[in-house]
């Protein structure tokens, strides 16, 4: 089963910018399907952030926007805010399996 | 609105089975799948597998093949996952998960159940 990477971790201050990035390979995201991101906040559940590579769900800030290219997904988070601290998942499919990314942990400094 | 409940933490001996259910409300269960996601304590989200609450169709990660199965049952809206000969090393929180048919994002989730093996 394919694995997509993430970096451990990444940070910023308040009010700057972030990328997150999620590296598959040709057998998922390069393969055409669709990368799909979540926020999980500590001790909750995941919650969708974007779907179908660049869609926000009602509700998510416009701050949160994302991109596929080739093999690769990337997160950006505009403006950070002190609550934007937590953990963020990429999530592709492959072969009709499901995976995730490795996982980010975004700290506001 | 769309809601999925999960049953309640549980301790459980190493060999032993366990089963967690995911009671879902206000859709349509039949036309969405419902998957399976762990994460271990202190580790990532790790995707276990999809039951079609519709036919009861699964597909199972490579990893979960065997002692894992999935189960729904339409008239009570309901997905069950077993997982068997519980190790230390499945102690994790178990969390349903909706999504459309097909390879699409999982847009509800469950509060997650703690499944404790102490070893």
């Known amino acids: 089963q394919s694995v997509l990477t993430q970096p451990p971790s990444v940070s910023g201050a308040p009010g700057q910018r972030v990328t997150i990035s999620c590296t598959g390979g040709?057998?998922?995201?390069?393969?055409?399907?669709?990368v799909h991101w979540y926020q999980q906040l500590p001790g909750r559940a995941p919650k969708l952030l974007i779907s179908?590579?660049?869609n926000r769900p009602s509700g998510v800030p416009d701050r949160f926007s994302a991109s596929t290219s080739g093999t690769s997904a990337s997160l950006v988070i505009t403006g950070l805010q002190a609550d934007d601290e937590a953990d963020y998942y990429c999530q592709s499919y492959g072969s009709s399996l499901s995976v995730f990314g490795t996982g980010t942990t975004l700290t506001v400094l | 609105q769309v809601q999925l409940e999960q049953s309640e933490a549980d301790v459980k001996k190493p060999g032993a089975s366990v089963r967690v259910s995911c009671k879902t409300s206000?859709?349509?269960?039949?036309?969405?799948?419902i998957h399976w996601v762990r994460q271990a304590p202190g580790q990532g989200l790790e995707w276990m597998g999809w039951i079609n609450a519709n036919n009861g169709d699964t597909i199972y990660a490579q990893k979960f093949q065997g002692r894992f199965t999935m189960t729904r049952d339409r008239s009570t809206r309901t997905a069950y996952m077993e997982l068997t000969s519980l190790r230390s090393d499945d102690t994790a929180v178990y969390y349903c998960?909706?999504?459309?048919?097909?390879?699409?994002?999982?847009?509800?989730w469950g509060q997650g159940t703690l499944v404790s093996v102490p070893s």
């Open positions: 998960a909706r999504a459309d048919p097909g390879p699409y994002e999982f847009d509800f």
């Open positions: 040709r057998a998922d995201i390069g393969a055409g399907y669709d």
């Open positions: 206000g859709f349509f269960f039949a036309a969405y799948y």
């Open positions: 179908g590579n660049t």
